[in-house]
């Protein structure tokens, strides 16, 4: 099973964030999202909306996030995600956004309030295709068939399932309905699956090894970062939390 | 059907575009549940018995019609234009917002959830919330910022006694916007038996629609009224917005007849010039995508949505209806501002000239009736939109005037 982790630029700090995304990649990370911090995040619960709260009372900017990523995809050879909502994307202009992301070494693009549906009036699925960033869908329970078949077939790379009706970092309980939402996914997406919102324990990755391709790891991470202030404790916590996690 | 089957050529599109602005730039998570809506909207629409039911709840249990009252005494003091008040302050909780929390009510109702969710500013949405709640049997739960909850508390009481949880937001500039945030992660979380009693003309389609339509009684009674009373068309309408339900509500019936002029007031705050101290959306503001829709949102170079005042809760929203972005850009509606200082002068007005207390957001109307009465002549008619009655806004308001007895009764009840 592979592992996608996740931090927001710039919490706490631009430095720590380069930091950590080095010690995501030897602790034995395939992926990490680096979320461009906004101020409205609707997808996210607590503990990333006040990473990003702080990181823009730091006064991080997307030129910023674009920096870090053009650091970290010259020191890490896994792939880099950037993660965040429309409205920053829009601000910067679509097609600039995209062409800078890849210029800055991004492999792709993780925006959840960007359906497919407002494509017409965007083409940002149309500007990440002309920039060759692997363009991510978000999947969810509560997603018809419909729905299904119409993100299946703009996505890319794999498809991120949210594990459970919640925000990120809520309580998921992965016993129950999983297996048959992740074989309706399946019928749709021939991808590799990912799934996030929740996971924060071995127990959970033993729960959905056999199911998923992917794990996604964000708040749990970010809850890592907050509780160890001291640079290189945190630093070894966060290793700690992924091999443990990987076992 | 006299409601729900009234168009203009000013809605929006199939997929709820207004022009550029509007749409559905929502998580996949809400999506099933937006179209659902959207479904049963559309039906709706097309049922007399729906329509029929509506009105029945609007005229025994809101009290319909509000009434349209000449304001004389105003009229001889700005000695111009003859001014009419729509006054929805008279309305069952004190407001406009009970008629789409009827509207989405008898909606919910018929989609068989079980629970209603809620965010409000002023507490007038929150109230009328849950007051639907409380008549149709659904567990309800309303969402308010912590700095309007000490702005609103009276509503807060009173919302609590209606039976809804009341859940303070403590994130972002904790007022409107921020409630709007949680309200929608709830709905994420709860959306297999919750409905999402959104309070304004705003968020992702169908919501913009949804809520005019349920509004458009407001116009639809004026209308009629001035007919009977002066039989003729009204030249000027005004009225405050923030995400635009009660202008809206004013506006739509009279939306394609060109020689009525129409005036949206946003809240000037401390002065439009004051960056992050007024919630004018049109001084300063740029297009943007939040909360599930495109519009103009004051917002800061980068996108993140920017700090906004008001003296009153209810205009302290940064995004404005994105139905009043397309009426602005085609020239249908035009915009103006008011400030806090203008509301609370005309407020003073209205209340000894008329004995009506406006609630602070229906003063920034009337702050723009004061302007532009004077420069008409007489035989022209303008009709203003009290969208609410102040009594939530005792404590502001007491404030603002720096009455010492409040003051001391308040010290002493305290004890």
Known sequence: MKLMTHVVVGYPTIASTIQIVKAMEQAGADYVELQIPFSDPIADGPTIMKACDIALKNGITVRDCLKVMKTLSNKVSIPLFFMGYYNTVFHFGVDAFCKQAKAAGAYGLIIPDMPPDEEEHEHFIKACRTHHLAQIRVITPASSNERMKLNAQVADEFVYCVSHYGVTGSNADFKKSLKPYIARVKKYFNLPIALGFGISKPSHIRAIKDIVDIAIVGSAIIKIIDKYKNPKTRIREIKKFIQDILI | ?415
């Open chain 2, 1 to 415: 059907m006299k409601l729900f089957n009234f168009k203009t050529k000013y809605d929006a599109d199939n997929s709820g575009h207004f022009g550029i602005y509007g749409g559905r730039y929502a998580p996949e998570m809400l999506i099933p549940a937006l179209e659902q809506l959207e479904r049963e909207y559309v039906a709706i629409k097309k049922d007399p018995a729906f329509e029929k039911e509506f009105f029945y709840y609007l005229k025994t249990y809101v009290g319909r019609p509000s009434p349209l009252y000449f304001a004389q005494n105003l009229t001889k003091k700005l000695g111009g234009a003859k001014i009419y008040m729509k006054n929805e302050g008279l309305n069952h909780t004190g407001a406009h917002k009970i008629n789409h929390c009827l509207g989405q009510a008898l909606l919910a109702k018929r989609m068989k959830k079980k629970r209603l969710i809620a965010e409000t500013g002023a507490g007038q949405h929150g109230v009328a919330a849950a007051t639907v709640a409380a008549r149709f049997g659904f567990d309800c739960t309303v969402y308010m910022g912590e700095e309007d909850i000490k702005r609103q508390r009276p509503n807060v009481f009173w919302m609590q006694r209606l039976g809804a949880k009341v859940i303070p937001v403590m994130e972002g500039s904790r007022t409107l916007k921020d409630a709007v945030n949680a309200a929608l992660k709830d709905w994420i979380t709860n959306v297999k038996d919750s409905h999402y009693l959104l309070g304004s003309t705003l968020g992702p389609h169908p919501f913009p629609s949804l809520n005019r339509d349920f509004q458009q009684i407001v116009g639809y009674e004026v209308r009629n009224q001035l007919q009977e009373l002066e039989g003729k068309l009204p030249d000027m309408l005004i009225a405050c917005v923030s995400g635009g339900s009660n202008a809206l509500g004013l506006f739509y019936r009279f939306l394609e007849d060109e020689s009525v002029r129409m005036i949206g007031v946003e809240a000037g705050g401390e002065g439009v010039s004051k960056k992050g101290r007024h919630a004018s959306r049109f001084a300063g503001g740029t297009l943007g995508v939040v909360q599930g829709y495109k519009t103009i949102f004051l917002q800061d170079k980068e996108g993140n949505i920017a700090q906004t005042h008001s003296i009153s809760a209810g205009l302290d929203y940064p995004g404005i209806g994105p139905q009043f972005a397309y009426l602005k850009d085609v020239g249908r509606v035009e915009f103006s501002s008011a400030t806090d200082k203008e509301a609370l002068r005309a407020f003073n007005l209205t209340v000894k000239c008329e004995g009506i207390l406006p609630a602070l957001e229906s003063s920034h109307a009337i702050a723009e009736v004061i302007k532009q009465a004077p420069k008409l002549s007489k035989d022209t008619i303008i009709v203003v939109n009290i969208s609410g009655r102040a009594d939530k806004d005792i404590f502001i308001v007491a404030e603002a005037l720096g009455d010492k007895e409040w003051d001391k009764f308040i010290k002493e009840k305290s004890k």
